[in-house]
């Protein structure tokens, strides 16, 4: 499709310009890192919205940036329900092309007793064996009275400490503080549990215990027993250790079709509501759109009205890898007398020649979470993804992506994804996306072709009253460019004006091939992602990308 013809939801407004990349390459960062895993200073705490407007002058000019592939949620023999060793894992992620991953065992006092310090001294040695990859030790939490979430550390003497007490004070599995149903007489105690782990983690940074530590919540609306109130409650006991959600889960690969059965569901999104859930979410939010969670994929719903407060709270993707589909690996037998609980590590796994079961991708292969750094290392990473400066794709849709806001008056660069840019009342100013295009066929064999990239705006109306609002009804799509046939490195102009309040732009784009109405109606969203059919979801036909907000402060 050409640009001048447009199909009839796009936007004819917005033209395009061909300019120069804004950001350095991921290859030019690397050379210049040096050694690697060197580590760097950390970035600042990210300021909650309406803390800093005032203090800070007109515009911006954030610096250049490349963007590290990663994926925080990757599972080995150290989980109960997972099967592969750590080298296994690795040596995906390297074929794959990720510069950094998270190891986040499930939480179990097999793993806290034993397996923590035996799974620390592999990553020791996985990051000696391969000095290009930045590999994270993390845990996966359960969550008090809700579901769960990756816990990372960065490197150092007290790494895997922090995470065994931890696993042992806080986890929801290990104290029996899994009530969330409503009125129950143990939610309001587990509900605090978790705010107090949050804190208790954000002290140990204060005070240097560990250098630093940040927690992201995993498939949000899986079971539906992450309330609203619950995820404003974690942001908000320290926002600079809770910092997002997973935006799409993993295991993508869960309703190909003819594997799994016909009731799968990408994602393994195959749960009805329970006495655990929140009343509040419709049965539609049980669903993947896209591949996407229903928290971030209905535009105006959860993940607007978290950032229509004007707060960051990033999202990711990854792969949640332990079985990957079409794998021949199994389980290895237990010796007589053992089992996880005792030696908090599976068997290694052993070779069938034939398919196991399986639902995952492995990490890097379909799902990527692109952080932007300016230094290579550990805590650049962690820094860039405190600050938000994160997009992510599936099916290996884009090369790069690069997205600056700036005043028209202004000659710098502009502010980019996470930041804030200060604006006056009536001021021009223009949103640029830089898009680089898929060079070369994704794992799958298929070259991807992006169709279109959509911009959604919303208004910032500051903390809401009601805790449980997943609402965000002044957030839209504003401008859809077709970008059908485009290759190479290409920049879109968006024009946008500051009129009387805040607002932020955040973007998204697919390969065109499945979207319809979304799910608050054609004039919010008149091509968003929607569900597929259960047990017909091929996720290399359907991929989608999204991006981090950037915010826009108006100011008088």
């Known amino acids: 499709m050409t640009e001048q013809q447009l199909p009839s939801w796009a936007d004819p407004s917005v033209s395009p310009a061909d300019l120069d990349a804004q950001g350095v390459s991921r290859r030019g960062l690397l050379r210049s890192a040096g050694l690697f895993g060197a580590a760097f200073a950390l970035g600042s705490a990210a300021t909650p919205a309406f803390a800093a407007s005032e203090k800070r002058g007109f515009g911006g000019d954030d610096p250049r940036l490349a963007y590290l592939v990663g994926d925080h949620h990757v599972h080995s023999v150290y989980s109960h329900d997972a099967k592969y060793t750590f080298s296994q894992q690795a040596q995906a992620a390297a074929k794959y092309g990720l510069d950094w991953m998270v190891f986040n065992e499930h939480s179990n006092f097999g793993h806290a007793h034993y397996g923590a310090k035996l799974e620390h001294a592999e990553i020791v040695k996985a990051r000696a064996e391969n000095p290009r990859q930045l590999i994270f030790q993390g845990l996966e939490w359960y969550i008090p009275a809700a579901e769960h979430c990756t816990v990372f550390a960065a490197p150092g003497p007290h790494e895997t400490d922090l995470l065994t ?52 919540a995993n498939h949000p609306l899986r079971l539906g027993i992450d309330s609203p109130h619950e995820m404003r409650g974690w942001r908000d006991a320290a926002p600079e250790i809770m910092i997002g959600m997973e935006g799409a889960p993993g295991a993508q690969g869960a309703a190909l079709p003819g594997w799994r059965g016909a009731t799968s569901i990408r994602g393994e999104y195959e ?4 006495a655990q859930s929140w009343s509040g979410y419709p049965a539609d939010a049980y669903l993947t759109y896209g591949g996407f969670d229903w928290a971030t994929a209905t535009v105006g719903g959860l993940w607007d009205s978290m950032l229509a407060e004007g707060s960051l709270f990033s999202i990711t993707t990854n792969s949640d890898n332990h079985r990957t589909v079409f794998d021949t690996w199994k389980n290895g037998d237990w010796p007589a007398g053992q089992n996880f609980d005792t030696t908090g590590k599976l068997p290694d796994p052993v070779n069938t020649d034939t398919p196991q079961p399986g639902s995952d991708f492995w990490p890097g292969q379909f799902s990527r979470t692109h952080v932007g750094v300016t230094r290579y290392g550990y805590r650049s990473v962690m820094a860039g993804l405190r600050t938000g400066r994160v997009w992510v794709d599936h099916g290996h849709l884009l090369d790069g992506l690069d997205v600056r806001v700036k005043r028209d008056c202004d000659a710098g660069r502009g502010v980019t994804l996470g930041g ?18 898929a060079s070369r066929p994704n794992p799958q064999g298929i070259l991807p072709e992006l169709a279109h990239v959509d911009v959604i705006r919303g208004a910032v109306r500051g903390p809401v009253s009601d805790r449980d609002s997943w609402r965000a009804p002044d957030t839209r799509v504003v401008h859809t460019k077709d970008v059908s046939g485009r ?54 036909a359907d991929t989608w990308f999204y991006s981090n907000p950037v915010f826009v402060d108006v100011t008088g």
């Not at 004070?169 to 969330?180: C, P, R, W």
């Not at 204060?206 to 992201?216: N, T």
């Not at 009536?426 to 996306?433: N, Q, S």
């Open 165 to 216: 007490q931890f696993e042992l004070a806080y986890d929801g599995k290990l104290l029996g503080y899994t009530e969330g149903s409503a009125g129950a007489t143990d939610t309001a105690r587990n509900e605090a549990h978790a705010i107090k782990a949050i804190k208790w983690l954000a002290e140990q940074r204060r005070s240097g215990y560990v250098d630093d530590v940040l927690v992201l």
């Open 487 to 540: 290759k190479g490195t290409y920049t879109l102009r968006v024009p946008l004006t500051a009129g009387d309040e805040s607002f932020y732009v955040r973007l998204r784009g697919s390969d065109g091939k499945r979207h319809g109405t979304g799910y608050l109606g054609a004039a919010i969203d008149p091509h968003g992602p929607i569900p597929h059919a259960p047990g017909d979801g091929d996720p290399w």
């Open 271 to 274: 749960n009805k509501p329970s």
């Open 420 to 437: 804030r840019l200060r604006v006056r009342r009536g001021e021009k100013i223009t949103l640029y996306v830089t898009v680089t295009s």
